[in-house]
């Protein structure tokens, strides 16, 4: 089964808002594309579920990488 069609069987809702996006974007964006906009604009708590799935998948993901970030001067 594709990745569209189990996308379009659990989360219709999302699946149509993700359509919605992808044909009002003026640049062209793609379904995929849409659908994580259309996902977190509704779940923004899945966030860290996001990010991990695009980390490489031979490097884990660092759990401090927010931390690592900051520059000295930040405070903490």
């Known amino acids: 089964m594709s ?3 189990w996308r379009t069987v659990l989360a219709p809702l999302t699946s149509i808002r993700a359509l919605r996006i992808q044909r009002r974007s ?3 964006l793609s379904y995929d ?4 906009q259309a996902r977190m604009l509704t ?3 899945e966030m860290v579920y996001r990010l ?3 980390q490489a998948a031979d490097t ?3 759990p401090n ?3 690592s970030d900051r ?3 930040d405070p903490a």
């Open 3 to 5: 990745l569209t069609l």
């Open 26 to 28: 003026k640049p062209p």
């Open 33 to 36: 594309a849409a659908w994580r």
């Open 43 to 45: 779940c923004p708590d």
């Open 52 to 54: 991990y799935g695009h």
């Open 60 to 62: 884990p993901p660092s």
């Open 65 to 67: 990488k927010a931390s």
């Open 71 to 73: 520059s000295p001067s």
